[in-house]
């Protein structure tokens, strides 16, 4: 019996939020490489307008996911470019602050909840009906190895990363039945200029050296390594493809084996 791993994406429609940088433009980049035709969103203009430009096939949009009536038009503009969807790919997230729960800035909670609950939730309403309508509808949702374990010192990213598990496993079931699979991919610590910020401003807030800081990431797996953004990319594509056919409801660790966020706090004394 012979294997095929077929990954081709030819004809369908894909909308990737947060799509114009770091791990949302390497998904973006490889489902239009598999043939999609990719709806981009994101906040920053210059950057989607920069994507847009740069590569055949990428449409986009300027829109913060946190606000309920940007995605609205946001989905307005992917219907009157492509006028479907069959995969929706909820990558937009953000790191929220690093501190301990006393002291944690209530607007920072909000807006990290705002970004990382609301924003997935939002997309995913607007998206389904669309998806319906697919004979291969595909949700893959964006989590992170914090969804699987408990983060210290990052109250809200982790309760967002947690939510996400939780609603991905309850769409599977909603969904199902209309053919839609959901999954949700966890991470490591991905290279890019994403995970290089969050590592400079934790370093800051903690008063310790940047270097201390990205031991203290890489220590966290087994490989004692950075996940690269294309890893990401190829789950998802392959959760899209036929081979990920009867893959739902799963939180897919992509993380070189997390074996434990809470050395976090058993290295602060090491710095």
Not at 190 to 218: F, N, P, T
């Amino acid at each position: 019996m012979s294997f095929s791993l077929d990954t081709n994406q030819q004809g369908k429609v894909i909308l990737v939020t947060a799509g114009a940088a770091g791990i949302g433009r390497v998904i973006a980049e490889t489902f239009s490489a598999a043939g999609a035709n990719v709806h981009i969103c994101d906040i920053n203009p210059d950057k989607v307008a920069e994507f847009v430009a740069s590569r055949e096939g990428i449409t986009g949009s300027v829109a913060d996911v946190a606000n309920a009536e940007a995605v609205s038009a946001m989905f307005d503009d992917l219907k009157s470019h492509h006028g479907r969807l069959d995969v929706l790919v909820n990558n937009a997230g953000i790191a929220g602050p690093t501190s301990a729960v006393e002291d944690i800035d209530i607007d920072a909670w909000d807006y990290t909840i705002a970004v990382d609950i609301n924003g997935q939730f939002y997309c995913t309403k607007h998206a389904v009906p669309l998806l319906k309508e697919s004979s291969s509808g595909s949700i893959i949702n964006l989590s992170s190895n914090a969804g699987l374990f408990g983060f210290p010192l990052r109250s809200p990213y982790a309760a967002s990363k947690w939510a996400m598990i939780g609603l991905t496993k309850t769409w599977a079931m909603e969904l199902g039945p209309h053919g839609i699979r959901v999954n949700t991919l966890c991470p490591g610590s991905v290279k890019g200029s994403r995970i290089e910020g969050v590592i400079e401003r934790d370093a800051a807030e903690q008063g310790v050296s940047v270097d201390h800081i990205r031991k203290v990431y890489s220590a966290q797996s087994s490989l004692r390594l950075f996940v690269e953004p294309e890893d990401v990319a190829q789950m998802a594509l392959f959760l899209c493809s036929p081979c990920g056919a009867n893959i739902s409801g799963q939180a897919i660790g992509i993380d070189g084996h997390t074996e434990s966020l809470s050395n976090w706090l058993d290295t602060k004394s090491d710095s």
